[in-house]
């Protein structure tokens, strides 16, 4: 979850705020993260080729 700023620094026991990650939590979170990148990937690729239509068009209408 969320950790305030605030809270972290005032804390004597920062050491409380620190978590252990299993092999199994790691695998989670790694998973998640490839398939965010994935997806931003995608999301990429698709608006570079909307914006070459996009250029193209624009391009087509200056020829007018």
Known sequence: GWVKAGNFSKSSNKS???Y???PSGFKAKLELTRSFMLRK???YEE???QLSVLEEQLKVGDND
Do not use: A, F, I, P
Request: net charge positive; aromatic share 8%; no cysteine.
């Open 41 to 43: 990937q995608r999301e």
């Open 16 to 18: 409380g705020y620190l």
């Open 47 to 49: 608006l570079k080729s």
């Open 20 to 22: 252990q990650l299993t």
